[in-house]
């Protein structure tokens, strides 16, 4: 007893146009809809919605910091070429302060070796007599 009723509409334009497409060959492809990529990324920022993901080969932000005592640097500067022992907190080098930069030294020990110290671990150094003028 479950019967439906449809009211049947009107024949027009649309109802022709139905036939006729129903009718032709390109009424029997059968067309599939893939689902929709969202991309993850829209002029460099995340689209709305989509995880974010980590990517490989960004520049990440680099902050180097070093401590800089001038004076400190200034006096062991003006040894430079001459035999130093330097109290590290590892311990006690001696050697020929061969070389100076803003956040290290280097210390020749030998003729094939050498040290590089960085000032923060610099406790003391020991050198000759320098005149301050």
């Not at 497409?21 to 599939?32: G, H, K, L």
């Not at 993901?53 to 070093?66: E, G, K, L, N, S």
């Amino acid at each position: 007893m479950n019967e439906y009723h449809y009211a049947q509409r009107p024949t027009g334009i649309h109802d022709q146009l139905d036939a006729a497409y129903s009718a032709s060959p390109m009424a029997r492809v059968v067309s599939r809809l893939a689902p929709i990529v969202q991309p993850a990324y829209v002029g460099g920022m995340p689209a709305a919605g989509t995880p974010i993901q980590q990517a490989a080969a960004i520049p990440q932000a680099m902050q180097y910091v070093t401590s800089l005592d001038p004076v400190f640097v200034d006096h062991i500067g003006r040894h430079k070429g001459q035999a130093v022992s330097i109290m590290t907190t590892a311990g006690l080098l001696s050697g020929e302060l061969s070389g100076i930069a803003v956040d290290h030294i280097q210390l020749t020990l030998e003729s094939n070796r050498a040290v590089h110290i960085r000032m923060a671990q610099i406790v003391y150094f020991e050198g000759h007599p320098i005149a301050y003028d």
